[in-house]
């Protein structure tokens, strides 16, 4: 069994895959605090309530927050009698290398979503993963990550407006009913809505003048769904796709180890 473990900013994700499948996916609150020992009862009670056996023989791991990557280690050295394949280490190869400016380095999140997304829809492909920060990776025609958009996230600018605006309250984010909004909330709302909707209309009409050929636009993050709603903004949208990443690049790695 491989386990596969997303760390975000906000979220870390584990996912259990056995021979063709992925058994089941579970999400915590990111800490970096948090012990090797507290994530081992925490996945095990999971995997026990719903009968899935603990036989990890590997793991992998893609983490934006570094201080969190030594505790998921000492859980995969520990409980699992594995050494952990981290996306971004020079040990842990990729298809085919990213090519940006010498001395950058690139998010693992970005690298694996680059991969996922040159798997399931080939080359020429802008990857919009609506996270912490909205990020928008450029996939190259031969599979190569090439550069791509940073942007805040849409939690992160609803926070930063509440906490720096005092009269501001904080909302939820949603589709409004219409731009113009006749309430505080239902205006911060529409906002941050449509405002979301023209940069990524934006950026994405900017990256394809740039490239001068057709992309597909993919999206995946957890508030992907919402901006896709009546809008012909994305070709397709992943809700597991930096997880089927983690796979692939384990995978590809495993096959060099028996080449």
């Known amino acids: 069994m491989l386990l596969c473990i997303d760390c975000g900013n906000t979220n870390t994700v584990f996912s259990i895959w056995d021979r063709d499948q992925f058994l089941s996916t579970w999400r915590m609150e990111t800490n970096?605090?948090?012990t090797a020992d507290e994530y081992f009862v925490w996945l095990s009670t999971l995997m026990n309530l719903?009968?899935?056996k603990p036989d990890i023989d590997s793991v992998v791991i893609s983490?934006?927050?570094?201080?969190v990557v030594f505790n998921l280690r000492v859980l995969?050295?520990?409980?699992?009698d594995c050494r952990p394949?981290?996306?971004?280490?020079?040990?842990?190869?990729l298809p085919v290398p990213p090519r940006v400016d010498p001395g950058t380095t690139v998010g693992p999140d970005r690298l694996v979503n680059t991969v996922a997304g040159f798997d399931r829809h080939g080359g020429d492909l802008i990857v919009v993963d609506f996270g912490t920060a909205t990020t928008f990776d450029v996939v190259a025609p031969d599979g190569a990550y090439i550069g791509g958009v940073i942007?805040?996230?849409?939690?992160?600018?609803?926070?930063?407006l509440h906490a720096s605006a005092a009269a501001l309250p904080h909302v939820d984010?949603?589709?409004?009913?219409?731009?113009?909004?006749t309430n505080t909330v239902a205006c911060i709302q529409s906002g941050v809505f449509w405002g979301y909707i023209g940069l990524v209309e934006g950026i994405v009409r900017q990256i394809r003048l740039e490239r001068d050929r057709p992309m597909k636009v993919i999206a995946t993050g957890g508030l992907a769904e919402l901006f896709e709603q009546g809008f012909d903004l994305f070709d397709s949208v992943e809700y597991d796709l930096t997880i089927h990443g983690l796979r692939l690049i384990n995978d590809y790695n495993k096959g060099r180890e028996h080449a």
């Open 63 to 67: 983490s934006t927050v570094p201080n």
């Open 173 to 181: 984010v949603t589709k409004p009913e219409r731009a113009v909004g």
């Open 50 to 52: 719903q009968g899935i």
């Open 151 to 160: 942007a805040p996230g849409v939690n992160l600018s609803l926070e930063a």
């Open 76 to 80: 995969a050295n520990r409980y699992f």
């Open 32 to 34: 970096h605090k948090r």
């Open 85 to 93: 394949l981290v996306v971004g280490r020079p040990d842990c190869a």
